[in-house]
């Protein structure tokens, strides 16, 4: 029982609370050890044209697959890992596991990988880049770096500068769950983002019927078309969400509907089959 019954403290027990931040302690205790005990993996989720189907590439998204607690996702160990200071670690083992697997596909397929705003403001972060694509082999443009809307909230740290230095090694960029957090369309034009990754909620949200969703997708595309950018539409789960963002105009989508992420081995076999596919055809 709380001590705080009925002492009319200001705050009380809230056993919730107490298990979340315990819960969080252990997490982040078995977070810094899951790299070197080989606990985290890549899984890779197809991204495809909305106009044929076509192979466009997969997004990287990591795995933590831990012997005791089982698989944690990465919404809920993420944010963690920024908090810890673990997320530069993790951060560069998965651009280097992405760009080492991608490099072996049998086909120009391309590698999207998150990253952190966290890890994006540290000072090493373009000669991070530099160097794995060196080692790795992955021709630059085969990299696509996934960044959110909250590279631009702090001021004064030269994110578009730090973004141009990216680009100028070759590279893609495109922007993440967009329209969930904070958007200045101002920093959109002044930087050549080649997508825009139009978050699930809106794709939820325009196939129950909602119209401000279907209004959100509407102007999005028509300012990306505008600015010479794609469009990803994430999170397709069904085929009428797929119609719908069809007809809504996206350029490609990635979801359920067209594949699961999926292991590296199946990740290699489905690179192998799409580019017999296309050279069948
Ligand atoms: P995200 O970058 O927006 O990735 C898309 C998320 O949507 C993934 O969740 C993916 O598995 C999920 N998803 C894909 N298709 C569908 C669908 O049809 N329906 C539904 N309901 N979900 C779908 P996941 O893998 O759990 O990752 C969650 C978030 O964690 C990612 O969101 C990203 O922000 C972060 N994340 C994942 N891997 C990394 C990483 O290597 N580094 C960093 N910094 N963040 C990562
Ligand atoms: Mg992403
Ligand atoms: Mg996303
Ligand atoms: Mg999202």
């Known amino acids: 029982r709380s001590k705080d019954d009925g002492g009319g403290a200001a705050h009380s027990y809230d056993p919730q609370l107490h298990v979340q931040a315990e819960e969080r302690r252990v997490l982040e205790i078995a977070l810094r050890s899951a790299l070197e005990n080989n606990q985290l993996h890549l899984n890779y989720q197809p991204v495809v044209s909305a106009q044929n189907g076509g192979l466009a590439g997969f997004e990287a998204l990591l795995r933590w697959n831990h012997p005791e607690f089982g698989n944690i996702s990465p919404a809920k160990f993420i ?9 530069a670690p993790i951060g560069e083992w998965v651009l280097r596991t992405a760009c080492h697997e991608a490099a072996k596909w049998d086909s120009g397929a391309r590698v999207a990988v998150n990253v952190s705003t966290e890890q994006l403001h540290s ?6 880049v530099t160097q794995t694509l060196a080692q790795s082999g992955l021709p630059a443009e085969r990299l696509e770096l996934e ?54 909620s809106f794709v939820q949200g325009a196939s129950q019927g909602k ?4 209004a959100i997708i509407r102007a999005v595309v028509a300012l990306a078309d505008s ?6 539409a994430e999170g397709v789960e069904t085929e009428e969400e797929y119609h719908m963002v069809y007809r809504l105009g996206c ?7 067209f594949g699961r992420p ?20």
Request: avoid cysteine; charge should be neutral; glycine fraction near 8%.
């Open 79 to 87: 944010p963690l890992a920024e908090d810890a200071r673990l997320i």
């Open 123 to 128: 000072p090493n972060f373009v000669e991070l």
């Open 147 to 200: 960044v959110t809307e909250s590279v631009f909230l702090r001021e004064g740290t030269g994110a578009v500068k730090m973004l141009e230095r990216l680009l100028a090694l070759g590279i893609k960029l495109s922007l993440d769950d967009f329209g969930t957090g904070y958007s200045s369309l101002g920093y959109l034009s002044r930087t050549r983002f080649s997508t825009i990754k139009i978050d699930r």
């Open 211 to 214: 119209r401000e969703a279907v």
């Open 227 to 232: 600015l010479g950018m794609s469009t990803t």
């Open 251 to 257: 350029t490609k989508v990635q979801g359920y509907y």
């Open 262 to 281: 999926l292991p590296v081995e199946e990740t290699r076999e489905l690179v192998a089959r799409a580019s017999a596919a296309s050279a069948a055809a």
